[in-house]
């Protein structure tokens, strides 16, 4: 905390992008993954080798967890999630890092197996390749000033 709050008398927008990183991106890892996640995942995150952004606001809910409408649901067959915006009103918005820098981000849906919804849960997801490459099936977009 002291790094980030010394980082923000020099550059508040690089104080920004450290307390989402780490403070949200990261967080959210820690306290939410399994121990099996955590071990593969926090250490890229604390070294910046993972950068990633927050995804829980949504155009039409804003952070109303309960309203959240993007969805990940269970592909038994190819054994994954196959995460959706349905409609324009669950577009992620506002998240810091998004447009510019991260390669991942903790996006949150409502988790459905076999047409049983189990709620929000929280999904590690790529949006960026490497070389800063946007990844198939993600639109990202710079939404401009708040």
């Known amino acids: 905390?002291?790094?980030?709050?010394?980082?923000?008398?020099?550059?508040?927008?690089?104080?920004?992008?450290?307390?989402?990183?780490?403070?949200?991106?990261?967080?959210?890892?820690?306290?939410?993954?399994?121990?099996?996640?955590?071990?593969?995942?926090?250490?890229?995150?604390?070294?910046?080798s993972m950068l990633g952004c927050f995804a829980l606001t949504e155009l039409g809910h804003g952070?109303?967890?309960?309203?959240?409408?993007?969805?990940a649901t269970y592909d038994a067959s190819r054994q994954e999630f196959?995460?959706?915006?349905?409609?324009?009103?669950?577009?992620?918005y506002w998240i810091g890092g998004a447009a510019s820098v991260a390669r991942w981000t903790t996006a949150f849906a409502q988790l459905h197996i076999n047409g049983t919804n189990h709620g929000v849960h929280p999904f590690l997801v790529r949006i960026r390749n490497?070389?800063?490459?946007?990844?198939?099936?993600?639109?990202?977009a710079d939404c401009g000033h708040k």
């Not at 709050?5 to 820690?30: C, K, N, P, Q, R």
């Open 1 to 48: 905390d002291s790094i980030i709050e010394s980082v923000a008398l020099l550059d508040h927008s690089l104080e920004v992008l450290m307390g989402v990183h780490y403070g949200l991106f990261g967080t959210t890892i820690a306290r939410l993954g399994s121990p099996d996640q955590v071990n593969q995942w926090l250490g890229k995150v604390e070294d910046c």
């Open 82 to 92: 196959i995460v959706d915006t349905p409609t324009e009103t669950a577009q992620k």
């Open 63 to 71: 952070s109303n967890v309960r309203g959240i409408e993007t969805t």
């Open 130 to 140: 490497d070389d800063g490459t946007g990844v198939s099936g993600v639109t990202l």
